[in-house]
């Protein structure tokens, strides 16, 4: 059974359908990447898992309820949907303290996710005081409390140097190996690209694409790339075995379709052509996003 289940969400403020007929799952064990332009209903969406809005119609459920319905939703569901939504003058200890108690949770395991996410020498400081980056891991601590089976995570990165990328990166992935259920909305692709197992895209409030990060990117459709002294040569022996084969804005270089690798490698092998590059052109999410979404701009 999926941990979330989206079926055919609808959401409308008055005249604005922000939601439209939505449905998608989100299993546990993964990290899984919720991506859309700016106003495609992301937060909306989160918003009505979390039950903190009520759908115009169908369901969002969580373990196969609405939310209102869990039996302990702190230790079911952990969201960070606003990192700066936290009193400035409160210190980071005390603000998770304060949701600990709200939520029953004992005040020992504020120190442990501290630690967690590494804001133990700043835990005595004050908010106001806490850059970018270190509300964004108080925030991540705060959905971590109940140690949650389930992270609904809106925009964790911003405010993120490159090494908190890479930390972000390796604690959501220990997470999902965990058997957790992580659900991250990003604008930020390239890292995206490098933490999510599957992508969930929409647009206009509804489905665009479901699937494996390497099937949403094409991954195995994606042409060969062979780089050869011998390109004519090469080119007569894989179309000769049913490639489709062209050329790069280089003459050495070819594009090979409907091949893998391993068989471009060989038939050169076994014809004596020398190889100096063999790989699979790449496409990135934020490519592929942008042809799903057909936006040209902004991608948040």
Not at 90 to 98: N, Q
Request: hydrophobic fraction near 40%; include cysteine; aromatic fraction near 4%.
């Amino acid at each position: 059974m999926p941990e979330i289940v989206i079926e055919r969400l609808t959401k409308r403020y008055g005249e604005t359908l922000a939601v439209d007929e939505l449905s998608f799952t989100v299993d546990g064990g993964h990290v899984t990447g919720f991506l859309g332009p700016n106003g495609a209903g992301k937060s909306t969406t989160l918003r009505a898992v979390l039950g903190l809005i009520r759908p115009t119609s169908g369901r969002a459920l969580v373990l196969d309820r609405p939310f209102h319905r869990l039996s302990d939703p702190a230790r079911t569901v952990g969201a960070s949907l606003d990192a700066a939504d936290v009193h400035p003058g409160r210190s980071g200890r005390g603000h998770l303290r304060t949701l600990a108690a709200a939520a029953g949770i004992p005040f020992s395991r504020v120190d442990e996710v501290l630690a967690m996410v590494e804001l133990t020498p700043a835990r005595d400081r004050r908010v106001k005081g806490y850059s970018m980056g270190m509300r964004q891991r108080l925030a991540l601590a705060g959905a971590l409390l109940g140690d949650p089976r389930i992270l609904l995570l809106d925009e964790p990165a911003n405010g993120l140097d490159p090494q908190g990328m890479r930390w972000l990166r390796d604690i959501l992935g220990s997470l999902a190996r965990e058997g957790r259920a992580v659900l991250v909305s990003s604008h930020v692709l390239a890292e995206v690209e490098q933490t999510v197992d599957e992508v969930v895209v929409i647009g206009d409030g509804r489905l665009v694409a479901q699937g494996p990060l390497n099937d949403i990117v094409g991954g195995e459709e994606r042409p060969v790339r062979v780089r050869t002294p011998h390109p004519d040569a090469l080119r007569a022996v894989l179309e000769a075995d049913g490639a489709g084969v062209a050329t790069d804005d280089r003459d050495e270089v070819l594009l090979v379709h409907h091949c893998t690798l391993e068989r471009v490698g060989t038939l050169a092998a076994e014809h004596g052509l020398a190889i100096f590059e063999l790989t699979r052109e790449a496409q990135t999410l934020e490519d592929r996003f942008l042809e799903l979404t057909g936006e040209g701009g902004n991608v948040r």
